[in-house]
């Protein structure tokens, strides 16, 4: 029975074999991009690839480095950091990338970053919101905001509006985005002196959480904030309308709130959560505009934040490639360093630590009918 | 020639780590699996040696020998600890307590801030290399081959065919679960070390039931004839994923085909070869 294996690891290493022989053309510029492009949570690291292939063609219109074709060499890693670490090293080495895009999750690149930051290659993560990111080293760059930006603007703007004192926290505490998440709520909370009458924890994977909305109903909050990814968020909001938490007390939520399959999910119940977004697709600038109509044209459906941000990105970087004036990891560090531009999600700097500088873009939205739109 | 062969090795680096672990995980599950135990815990010993020595290396700043050293003790106490009351239960009832280590485990580590909660820890210094992985991994291969040719090994053999049998004939059963027990866990926090020492971060959600069920497979494809089986079925499906990716989305599909065809037609797995003995 061992022909068949041997056959099997023999197609294996031929299909290996392919893949190393494929040649980038010697006066194309290659950089590397490590996102989730298969499996649960593909749907994030595939509206990055869309967004930043959407730009791609409008740069190489003109070209990079004098009309050079500036190509993303992709690879998978499905969400798990060991196959992320794979294909940086790949890139790194084999395909000899000046620079990394990605990867999609917090937790992937805490794996990935140490790695590119040891070879002095930049790698410029568009999605990853957790504290301590850029910490890694000073390759380490990133284009989303961190919660430490947004969820100020949020509970700064719910407390000017709607004068809320004191509130019940929730969060899921097995799931880091969400946990750091909740970090930044208590801060901020502290700092604007709202109470926190309690605060309940969950897992990521629960569905009932009427013990803890029934202690929170007890207490009567103005508001409840809650940090938690999109599915236990619209189970909460369900649940919450189900013990007869009155309609007036309004949901605060964090960047895993901001996802139409809230709206899908909650439906009415979800009516008036407040969630900050550093991008919103109906923005009416331009350059907002003109992204929204060519991607709904590529792509037949909605952008959602990852394909701003990834867009953006793509353009920061390529323009950083132009005034290096070489496909050099050290120059193109330099350059980005100094990007100073203006795309979808408002105008756009790195601060001296490689955080986006600029919080201006940010948006407060309010769920309406199963629809987010811009807090008036 | 040299500085190709460096960068193969720079790109390759953490898949060739992955295999030299695996290897280590699959002998784990494979000394526990000899004496015909069903554990689905190696996971939970593993998170344990990996969290024991990140916090140690981070903190304590101790020296790498000795964290290893740490890192296969506490799991081996772990495992006397809950080796007691669950070695009671024998199949299924086994696997299940096992699950719910793991699963503990997790709970803790996510609740606990000394282990950085669900964030995990990050910036753990690399500290292994390709020459320790793999020596480690051929001298537990060198131990196992010794004790299969013993008459320890004998022992083994004849629990996992017959327990009731091996037992008349003479063989200590309970000391031989608690040893085989002890053994894997020390086995399983030593991976978990060097996998935590190889890849900067590490997080609760590493060394849940599905890393455990991954290191059983590893056993099940290798096949437990020999401790060469387990190490095979490592290697292989470490590296399978890899060869596959060409094949992008229908690459999970073929990963599980393969594996299917090779345990419905090699039940035993793909090495059913014994170890000669001696004596």
């Given at each position: 029975m061992n022909k068949p294996t041997l056959a099997v690891s023999v197609l294996a290493l031929a299909a290996a074999a392919a893949i190393w022989a494929v040649p980038a053309k010697a006066d194309d510029v290659t950089i590397g991009a490590i996102e989730i492009l298969t499996g649960p949570n593909a749907r994030y690291g595939v509206a990055i690839k869309n967004g930043f292939d959407l730009a791609l063609g409008e740069v190489n219109k003109a070209g990079v480095l004098g009309g050079k074709k500036l190509v993303i060499q992709y690879e998978d890693s499905a969400g798990n950091k060991d196959q992320a670490v794979n294909g940086a090293r790949k890139l790194i080495g084999l395909a000899k990338v000046p620079l990394l895009l990605g990867p999609t999750i917090s937790n992937e690149m805490f794996a990935v970053g140490p790695v590119a930051n040891q070879q002095k290659v930049p790698i410029v993560g568009t999605s990853t919101t957790a504290a301590g990111i850029t910490a890694i080293g000073s390759y380490v760059f990133r284009t989303s905001l961190p919660e430490s930006d947004v969820i100020p603007v949020t509970l700064k703007a719910a407390q000017a509006k709607f004068g809320i004192k004191k509130v019940a926290v929730m969060y899921a505490n097995d799931d880091a985005f969400s946990?750091?998440?909740?970090?930044?709520?208590?801060?901020?909370?502290?700092?604007?002196?709202?109470?926190?009458?309690?605060?309940?924890?969950?897992?990521?994977?629960?569905?009932?959480?009427?013990?803890?909305?029934?202690?929170?109903?007890?207490?009567?909050?103005?508001?409840?904030?809650?940090?938690a990814l999109v599915e236990p968020a619209s189970g909460i909001l369900l649940g919450a309308r189900a013990i007869g938490i009155d309609p007036k007390v309004r949901f605060i939520g964090g960047n895993g709130f901001n996802s139409p399959k809230l709206g899908d999910i909650a439906g009415e119940a979800a009516d008036g959560t407040l969630v900050g977004s550093p991008w919103f697709i109906a923005k009416d600038d331009a350059a907002n505009t003109k992204f929204v109509t060519d991607y709904r044209a590529k792509y037949k459906e909605d952008p959602d934040q990852f394909a701003a941000q990834a867009y953006d990105t793509l353009h920061i970087v390529a323009d950083a490639i132009n005034k290096a004036g070489a496909a050099d990891s050290e120059k193109i560090k330099t350059a980005l360093q100094a990007t100073k531009s203006t795309g979808v999600m408002g105008p756009f700097s790195f601060t001296a630590d490689r955080d986006p500088a600029d919080t201006s873009g940010v948006v407060v939205i309010e769920m309406k009918g199963g629809k987010f739109q811009i807090l008036k | 020639m040299s500085a190709a062969l460096d960068n193969f090795f720079f790109s390759y680096q953490s898949l060739i780590f992955a295999v030299g672990i695996n290897g280590l995980l699959a002998l784990s599950i494979y000394t526990v699996l000899a004496v015909g135990q069903l554990s689905l815990g190696q996971a939970a010993f593993m998170g344990l040696g990996a969290y024991v020595s990140a916090l140690l290396t981070l903190h304590l700043n101790w020296p790498f020998p000795a964290v290893l050293l740490a890192a296969m003790v506490v799991p081996a106490l772990a495992a006397l600890l809950i080796g007691g009351p669950t070695l009671k239960l024998t199949g299924v009832y086994l696997a299940l307590a096992t699950i719910a280590l793991g699963e503990i485990l997790r709970i803790v580590c996510n609740a606990s801030d000394f282990t950085g909660g669900a964030l995990g820890?990050?910036?753990?210094?690399?500290k292994t290399s390709f020459t320790l992985i793999f020596s480690l991994l051929a001298l537990v291969l060198l131990g196992f081959v010794l004790v299969a040719r013993s008459r320890l090994g004998r022992a083994m053999e004849a629990m996992r065919e017959d327990e009731v049998a091996a037992g008349v004939m003479g063989v200590n059963l309970p000391a031989m679960k608690m040893g085989a027990l002890v053994v894997s866990a020390m086995l399983a926090g030593l991976a978990g070390a060097l996998n935590a020492h190889a890849n900067s971060?590490?997080?609760?959600?590493?060394?849940?039931?599905?890393?455990?069920?991954?290191?059983?497979?590893?056993?099940?494809?290798?096949?437990?004839?020999?401790?060469?089986?387990?190490?095979?079925?490592?290697?292989?499906?470490?590296?399978?994923?890899?060869?596959?990716?060409?094949?992008?989305?229908?690459?999970?599909?073929?990963?599980?085909?393969?594996?299917?065809?090779?345990?419905?037609?090699?039940?035993?797995?793909?090495?059913?070869?014994?170890?000669?003995?001696?004596?």
């Open positions: 946990k750091s998440g909740y970090d930044v709520f208590k801060a901020t909370l502290d700092k604007l002196g709202i109470q926190i009458l309690t605060t309940e924890t969950f897992g990521s994977k629960d569905s009932d959480f009427s013990a803890q909305l029934t202690k929170i109903k007890s207490l009567n909050p103005d508001a409840i904030v809650v940090s | 820890l990050s910036g753990i210094p690399s971060f590490i997080g609760p959600n590493d060394y849940s039931f599905d890393q455990a069920v991954t290191i059983l497979s590893f056993a099940l494809l290798g096949g437990i004839g020999s401790p060469f089986g387990p190490v095979l079925g490592a290697i292989i499906l470490t590296l399978l994923p890899e060869f596959l990716t060409a094949l992008h989305d229908f690459k999970l599909v073929v990963n599980g085909f393969i594996i299917v065809v090779a345990v419905l037609f090699m039940p035993r797995g793909l090495l059913v070869w014994r170890i000669g003995r001696i004596g």
